[in-house]
C-alpha cells in the first residue's frame, strides 16, 4: 500500500550538485516523519537527513551538514534533498524513509517504510 518512490541520483563530479526526490503513495506527509538514509559498499547504513511533521524542524548528519538540504512539498506528497558540494565518501544508495510519528530521527530503526533506493556516484 505504502510506496516511496527515489529519483534524481546519478553520476556526478566531486563539488557537484543533484538534486533527490521522493514520492510517497498511500501516505500523508501531514502526518508523517520522513527522511533520507544513504548505504556505502562496505558500510552499515547512516542517517542522513529528516524532517518532522510537526514543526517541520530539520535534522542532518554532521557528515553533510552546510552542505545538503531537505524539505517537503505535502500537497505532492513530495520529499527532497538538495545535494551541494558533494564528495566522494557521499557516493551511495540513498533511500527515501518514511513513518507515522511527529519528530524524526536518524537513528537505525526509526522507519517502517523505506523506497527502493537511488544511486549517486560522486567520482572524477
Known amino acids: 500500500q505504502v510506496q516511496l518512490v527515489e529519483s534524481g541520483g546519478g553520476l556526478v563530479q566531486p563539488g557537484g550538485s543533484l538534486r533527490l526526490s521522493c514520492v510517497v503513495s498511500g501516505f500523508t506527509l501531514d502526518y508523517s516523519a520522513i527522511g533520507w538514509f544513504r548505504q556505502a559498499p562496505g558500510k552499515e547504513r547512516e542517517g542522513v537527513s529528516c524532517?518532522?511533521?510537526?514543526?517541520?524542524?530539520?535534522y542532518y548528519a554532521d557528515s553533510v551538514k552546510g552542505r545538503f538540504t531537505i524539505w517537503r512539498e505535502n500537497a505532492k506528497n513530495t520529499v527532497y534533498l538538495q545535494m551541494n558540494s558533494l564528495k566522494p565518501e557521499d557516493t551511495a544508495v540513498y533511500y527515501c524513509v518514511a513513518d507515522l510519528m511527529v519528530v524524526c530521527g536518524l537513528g537505525p530503526g526509526s522507519y517502517d517504510y523505506w523506497g527502493q533506493g537511488t544511486q549517486v556516484t560522486v567520482s572524477s
Open positions: 524532517i518532522s511533521s510537526s514543526d517541520g524542524r530539520t
